[in-house]
């Protein structure tokens, strides 16, 4: 290396540096938190290097592993990370791409045109908040290595061997001092992002492997996710446990102005409006441009077919955006080379070009489809119908929810026990099943800055009622107007307005048994379907009563679990009492205080959305109409139904 070189390298490793050691002291500018939810996506980030391979036509399989100590491995059948030695940085490419803030795909936009700044943070990041990482790539017959601690590379690039594929190994430890609270990966967290990036991007085989566990037969627990038909076998994956309306799923692939858009939607029987719209491959939960798109191309092309039908000519109002959207199950899902995100949490797509993109594709996917398909189309028009005239009755019922809510005061539910701390960041309502429950907590509570709000029994599962009905639903009512949330615009009826939202923390309280869940899945339902901006926003909560109270004379514990109940009778050594809560209303004032609402040793369990089509299709099965899916998820995750075993 000639002096100059030398020099240049070291300022540029030093730069390398100091942006790596800019990731470990910001970790959350890079993935966004240091939870649970960046901890999944340091995997995330390695596949979306592999899927980028893939979409450039390089690599059909990817293979994810939990590894038995907790670490993952991620393989890939690419042409692996380039390992020449890169011209400007004097070290080899593979080193660049490892310990480079923003190396990633993009230092050689030429040869990877594909991938250039489509997504991601790189494997850098990965590679700053990993403990260890080691990378293998099989490229050019010869199969090279290198390792790393936080970051830093224990030695150069080196060879190790001969290998007649080509491809990129990655394995690493998440680093236990940046992710505090836990660094162990979610099997279910991670299959269903492998399934939806396999749903997305067709013809990539997809497996994941948990090799901490065996099953019954002795063999790891593993899945492989494959589509080849993508968006429509998502769709159809999505909408399992729903009755279809048409035939099948309608779907276009294609390039609109440069922007390759794919679009999948089918209607079903239900009354709920599902969309999820993806841009490179990120789930864009907030919307934003090319969700407009098909909004728009979806209403001009059906209102222009049901006009020219003669079938709208007796209704005696007009059908308005969201009536065409009623049972629609829809997937947006769009490349774009620069995206602009905005929105709250960065996941609204802001570029404009990609509307009308969207919405030509989705109007000429649509022409054609009602034109091929008569039965098709008049039973969507049908469907629109029926929706226009239910939203003229909900219309009414909704006026009285905001009528009610914007009054002050007298307007609040007479059975809501407010707080008398005025500042929503400080207040906390808790939505409790039950009369007698309610009246506990009443009791309990800290009254001036919790507030309590007992529901009644059952709540409606909106997942089978139609708008009107939900809105005309006592309960549901008070819910909106306690919350102080008021609905409804023209073009989205169901649009939140959560700026006099009364309380930042919202906590559903209900029994630790089969029914309580019941309950609280029922009211989660509601929220999700209803009010999904306030689970988004992080302000739901579900409180966790204690199952046992364990007495020895005078002292007093409480378990939360059968393993807790045990380990303090251990402790306790015989002498004890052990009392099973069957409910809230076993509990007084002063225990449920101390347990399940007193901030300072209470658990809230903060209600998030991890996988929007996976909540989605998850909330359709628990609350719809087929018995079987829903048995079978109980019994999968039996951990929970059994609390009352
Ligand atoms: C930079 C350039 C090239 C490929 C890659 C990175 C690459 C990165 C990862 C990360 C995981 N798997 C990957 N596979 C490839 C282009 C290689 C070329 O031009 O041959």
Redesign the pocket.
């Known amino acids: 290396m000639s002096e100059e070189n030398k020099k240049a390298y070291s300022a540029d490793s030093i730069q390398a540096l100091e942006g790596m050691e800019h990731v470990r002291m910001r970790p959350s500018m890079y993935i966004g938190d240091v939870g649970n939810r960046g901890l999944h996506h340091l995997v995330y980030e ?1 596949v979306d ?2 899927i ?2 893939a979409m450039a036509g390089y ?1 059909d399989r990817i293979d994810v592993a939990i590894n038995e100590d907790g670490s993952i491995t ?1 393989q ?1 059948n ?5 390992v020449d030695i890169h011209k400007k940085e004097g070290v080899s ?1 593979l080193e660049v ?1 490892m310990t480079k803030i923003g190396a ?2 993009k ?2 936009k030429d ?2 045109k594909v991938s250039g700044g489509l997504h991601g943070v790189g ?1 850098s990041c990965v590679n700053a908040l990993s403990n260890h990482l080691r990378a293998e790539v099989h490229r050019q017959g010869k199969v090279w290595e290198q390792e790393y601690e936080r970051g830093k590379p224990l030695y150069p690039v080196r060879s190790i061997g001969e290998t007649d594929k080509t491809g ?1 190994i ?1 394995t690493f430890m998440p680093d236990d001092s940046i992710f505090k609270d836990s660094t162990r990966y979610s099997y279910d967290t991670l299959a269903g992002r492998l399934r939806e990036l396999a749903f997305l991007n067709k013809g990539i085989k997809i497996s994941l492997t948990d090799k901490r566990e065996v099953d019954k037969e002795g063999n790891f627990i593993r899945e492989e996710f494959f589509s080849e038909e993508g968006l429509k076998e998502f769709i159809r994956f999505l909408d399992g446990n729903r009755e279809p309306l048409i035939t099948d799923v309608v779907s276009m692939e294609g390039e609109k102005n440069d922007i390759p858009v794919e679009v999948a939607m089918i209607y079903n029987n239900s009354y709920n409006e599902n969309l999820h719209s993806y841009v490179n491959n990120i789930n864009t939960h907030e919307g934003g441009t090319h969700l407009s798109g098909f909004r728009r191309g979806l209403t001009t092309t059906l209102k222009k077919y049901a006009d020219a039908s003669g079938m709208l000519d007796k209704l005696k109002f007009e059908i308005s955006g969201d009536d065409f959207r009623e049972g629609l199950t829809a997937i947006v899902s769009v490349k774009v080379a620069e995206p602009q995100f905005e929105g709250q949490t960065k996941t609204k797509l802001g570029n404009r070009e990609v509307t009308a993109a969207v919405s030509q594709a989705v109007s000429e996917m649509l022409e054609n489809y009602l034109e091929e398909n008569p039965n098709d189309a008049k039973t969507i028009v049908q469907k629109v119908i029926l929706a226009a005239q239910a939203r003229h009755a909900a219309k009414k019922a909704r006026e009285m929810v905001q009528r009610k809510t914007v009054m002050s005061g007298g307007g609040l539910p007479g059975k809501l026990s407010d707080c008398s701390e005025q500042d929503p960041e400080q207040c906390e309502v808790f939505l409790v099943e039950g009369d007698s429950a309610g009246g506990t907590a009443k009791q309990g509570r800290d009254r001036k800055f919790q507030a309590i709000l007992p529901l009644r029994g059952k709540i409606l599962n909106v997942e089978k009622a139609m708008q009107h009905k939900v809105f005309e639903n006592e309960e549901i009512r008070n819910i909106y107007t306690a919350l102080g949330v008021t609905i409804g615009t023209e073009e989205d009826s169901k649009a939140l307005n959560l700026s006099k939202l009364r309380y930042h923390k919202i906590v559903i309280m209900c029994d630790a048994d089969v029914d309580g869940s019941h309950i609280a899945t029922l009211i989660l339902t509601f929220f999700f379907r209803y009010m999904k901006e306030l689970i988004e926003a992080g302000h739901i909560y579900i409180a966790t009563p204690p199952l046992y109270l364990i007495k020895k004379g005078s002292k007093k514990r409480y378990a939360w679990s059968e393993k807790e109940r045990d380990e303090i009778a251990a402790e306790y050594a015989g002498g004890i009492t052990v009392q099973r809560y069957k409910g809230l209303g076993e509990m007084n004032a002063e225990q449920l205080w101390d347990t399940t609402m007193n901030p300072e040793f209470r658990t809230l369990r903060q209600v998030t959305i991890d996988n929007g089509s996976e909540a989605d299709r998850i909330f359709s099965m628990l609350m719809g109409d087929e018995v079987p899916p829903r048995r079978e998820f109980i019994e999968k995750n039996a951990v929970y139904a059994n609390i009352d075993a």
Do not use: K, L, M, Q
Request: proline letters at 4%; glycine letters at 16%.
């Open positions: 390695v290097n592999s980028d391979e690599c991620t890939d690419g042409r692996g990370i380039p490419a791409v990633g795909g230092f050689d040869s990877y494997v990129t990655v």
